[in-house]
DNA sequence: TTGGGTTACGTCCCGCGTAACGATG
DNA sequence: CATCGTTACGCGGGACGTAACCCAA
C-alpha cells in the first residue's frame, strides 16, 4: 500500500534545547520546543551530480567553462546550482555577469563537497579492491578493440580476473 | 559543441609501476604499463540513492523490509542494487530466497557507503549553518498549516529568518 | 506451496539541449 | 552593446510500480 504515491516527505528535526544545568527542575510549565525544519523534495535529497558541478562551478569561477569542463550546456550548470541552493537553503554564489564568487556558505559548503565526494570516490575503490581486475597492456592499433572486448568480457563475470598484457616500447 | 551527444565515457586508469629503488635506470626497453580500466555508465557514476538502498538493504539483510523503510516497491531495490553491483564491478549480497548475507566485498563497501552518506550529510550540515533557519513552535491545531506556510515562504526567500514560536505544554 | 528476489513492461518525471530573454558593467 | 547567467520549452531516458516469473526450503 503506497500505490504510485511517492508523497512528498517533510523532514522536521527537532531541537530540544537542553536546560541550563543551573536552573534543572521539571516545572511543566512552557518547555520550548524549536522545531527546525527542512523540506525534501521528491526524489532525492543532495545529489552528487550537483556537488560535482558546483565544485566545478566554484573551481572555475566561471558556468560556461565550468559547461564545458563537465560537458554539458551551460543551462544545465544554471539550474542544477540553483536546485541545490534551493535545496539547501543558502546561496552559494554571488553571480553578477562579469564576476562570480563563492558566499561565505558556498566557502564551507564547497569544502564540505569535496570530502563528500572523495568519500564516494572511496566506495569505488573499496569495491575496485575486491573486483576483479582487467589489466591491458598493448602497444598501439587492436588498442581500442581489445579494450572494448575487455569491457563486454568483464561486464558479463565482473568476478573474474582477466589479464592480457604485453610490453611496449 | 556537443549537441545531444552524450557519449558513453570509458574511464581508464593507467598504474605505472613504479621501479624498484636498486635497479633503477631508465633502460629503454618495455616499460609494462597496466591500464586498469573502469568503465563508466552514461549519465552520473554512483549515485547516492543506490548507497542508501544498499545500506538499508544491509540494514535489514531483507529485500522486502528494506523497501518497506524506504517506502519504495521492492523491485526497485533489486534493480538498483544490481546496478550497484553492476556498476562497481562485484557482488555485494548473497541472495538465497530464504537468506541475505553481504559479501566480504559488500562489508568493505557498506563502510565506506556509510561514511560517504555522512560525508554528504555534513553537506547539509554546514549548509544549514549558514542558512536563514526557521523555528517554529506551536501546541496542536494549527501545526500543519503553520508549517506549510512556513515551508513556502523559506523556500522564496532562504535567507530570511522566520521565527513564530509559542510554548507548549 | 509459500516466501521472497528477479525480470518484463508501461508510464511518468526529471534533466538535458536549444532558443529566447535579462541584467550588468 | 557585449557578456554571461537565467527562464521557457520540447524531448528522450531513466526509475518506479504493477504484474508475472522463478527458485529454493
Given at each position: 500500500?503506497?500505490?504510485?504515491?511517492?508523497?512528498?516527505q517533510?523532514?522536521?528535526?527537532?531541537h530540544?534545547p537542553t536546560p541550563a544545568?543551573?536552573?534543572?527542575?521539571n516545572?511543566?510549565?512552557?518547555c520550548?520546543?524549536?522545531i527546525?525544519?527542512?523540506h525534501?523534495?521528491r526524489?532525492?535529497?543532495?545529489e552528487?551530480?550537483?556537488?560535482r558541478?558546483?565544485v566545478?562551478?566554484?573551481?572555475?569561477?566561471?558556468f560556461g567553462r565550468?559547461?564545458?569542463?563537465?560537458?554539458?550546456?551551460?543551462?544545465?550548470v544554471s539550474?542544477?546550482i540553483?536546485?541545490?541552493e534551493r535545496?539547501l537553503g543558502?546561496?552559494l554564489?554571488d553571480r553578477?555577469?562579469?564576476r562570480v564568487?563563492?558566499?561565505?556558505?558556498?566557502?564551507?559548503?564547497?569544502?564540505a563537497a569535496?570530502?563528500?565526494l572523495?568519500?564516494v570516490?572511496?566506495?569505488?575503490?573499496?569495491?575496485?579492491?575486491c573486483a576483479g581486475?582487467?589489466?591491458?597492456g598493448t602497444?598501439?592499433?587492436?588498442?581500442?578493440?581489445?579494450?572494448?572486448?575487455?569491457?563486454?568480457a568483464?561486464?558479463?563475470r565482473?568476478?573474474?580476473?582477466?589479464?592480457c598484457?604485453?610490453t611496449?616500447?
Amino acid at each position: 500500500m503506497l500505490a504510485q504515491v511517492r508523497a512528498e516527505q517533510t523532514e522536521i528535526d527537532v531541537h530540544v534545547p537542553t536546560p541550563a544545568p543551573g536552573l534543572a527542575g521539571n516545572q511543566n510549565q512552557g518547555c520550548r520546543t524549536a522545531i527546525i525544519w527542512r523540506h525534501r523534495r521528491r526524489g532525492d535529497r543532495v545529489e552528487l551530480r550537483a556537488l560535482r558541478y558546483f565544485v566545478t562551478v566554484a573551481d572555475e569561477l566561471h558556468f560556461g567553462r565550468a559547461a564545458e569542463r563537465l560537458h554539458i550546456a551551460q543551462p544545465a550548470v544554471s539550474r542544477r546550482i540553483a536546485a541545490l541552493e534551493r535545496e539547501l537553503g543558502v546561496r552559494l554564489l554571488d553571480r553578477s555577469p562579469r564576476r562570480v564568487r563563492l558566499t561565505e556558505a558556498g566557502r564551507r559548503v564547497l569544502a564540505a563537497a569535496r570530502e563528500a565526494l572523495a568519500a564516494v570516490d572511496r566506495v569505488r575503490v573499496a569495491a575496485r579492491e575486491c573486483a576483479g581486475v582487467m589489466r591491458i597492456g598493448t602497444g598501439a592499433g587492436q588498442f581500442t578493440a581489445r579494450l572494448e572486448r575487455g569491457i563486454d568480457a568483464l561486464r558479463e563475470r565482473p568476478r573474474d580476473s582477466t589479464s592480457c598484457s604485453s610490453t611496449c616500447r
